[in-house]
């Protein structure tokens, strides 16, 4: 057993418009660091946290790392005794799983820590308890992929079915992340608890197509799923300029948007690197308009997922 381990977790965007709660794709370079270390007293003790502006809670009980870590030793039967220290790169309350990635980087540190005594994908389970913590709901569509990179399906919660999809090589996302914050409780609020059995229809045509799209790498046919009739219509009232934002990006070229997971930050996925500019440009004039500051970044899907850094 090595006495302490890095990992890195990257940012993800969930839903990917149309799959709300069952869809996440991983993105390169964003991402979270958390560094575990063997202590001699037993428990979890997180000891720093550096790019959160002292806002993210110590209490093992609250934090993320700590109550994804804590389910893991729970799991084993493990009483070691660990000493987190975190290095955030995510903006919290953005929307590009921040708290996903922090508990994902713990588990994959202390996984190694302890000799690997789990596969990646077991362990769902504790970033899923702490992606209950941080924003009440076990949701999946963000630490699925941040664990796994790609593009996830999560075809059921009970029992957990996880299926990663192909992701076409060309196939290019940027994302847009205005300076704002929404916390994901909040725009979970705003959906409603019901809907019609037409809009089931028009969602389930969709999640289909951009499956169908990932495996046929039908680009056209991923722009034109992009569509979402569940959150979207409610989410965007809660994030300025997001209409105009969509008919500016997609008249540059892109191949569709939507609200990265619960937003504010949105995600545009655009063929190959060749109209980027254009849709950066075109999605900064919106924003300087509405006199909102904005970061944009560009990648390619992250096809690898969390990793061990040393
Ligand atoms: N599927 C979740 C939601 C993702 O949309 O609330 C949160 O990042």
């Known amino acids: 057993m090595k006495g302490e381990v890095r990992a890195f977790a990257p940012a993800t965007v969930a839903n990917v418009s149309c799959g709300f709660d069952i869809l996440g794709f991983a993105i390169d370079t964003l991402g979270d660091v958390v560094r575990v270390k063997e202590k001699k007293e037993p428990g979890i003790q997180v000891v720093s946290i550096t790019g959160d502006q002292g806002r993210l809670p110590l209490d093992p009980t609250k934090n993320t790392c700590a109550v994804a870590v804590q389910a893991l030793l729970t799991e084993l039967n493990q009483t070691i005794g660990l000493e987190i220290y975190l290095e955030k790169g995510l903006p919290l309350g953005s929307g590009l799983g921040s708290s996903a990635a922090s508990a994902v980087a713990a588990l ?78 909040d725009s979970r609020a705003v959906i409603r608890d019901r809907i019609a059995v037409s809009q089931a229809t028009i969602q389930s045509g969709n999640v289909a197509g951009l499956i169908a799209g990932l495996f046929q790498e039908d680009f056209e046919l991923i722009g034109r799923s992009l569509k979402d009739v569940i959150a979207e219509p409610y989410r965007a009232a809660l994030i300025p300029a997001f209409y105009q934002v969509k008919e500016a990006v997609l008249a540059a070229g892109a191949l569709g948007m939507g609200i990265s997971g619960s937003g504010p930050t949105l995600f545009v996925l655009s063929k190959g690197k060749d109209q980027v500019q254009q849709i950066l440009e075109a999605a900064r004039l919106v924003y300087d308009s509405f006199g909102l500051g904005v970061d944009d970044y560009h990648s390619s899907i992250n096809t690898e997922g969390a990793y061990v850094l040393d």
Do not use: S, W
């Open 108 to 185: 994959v540190a202390t996984n190694r820590l302890l000799d690997d005594p789990f596969e990646k994908k077991q362990l769902l389970p504790f970033a899923m308890a702490a992606e209950k913590i941080a924003c009440g709901v076990g949701h999946a569509d963000n630490v699925a992929p941040c664990l796994l990179g790609g593009f996830v399906l999560i075809r059921d919660y009970q029992p957990l079915d996880i299926i990663k999809l192909p992701v076409p090589k060309d196939l290019h996302c940027i994302v847009l992340h205005p300076h704002f914050e929404l916390n994901t409780a």
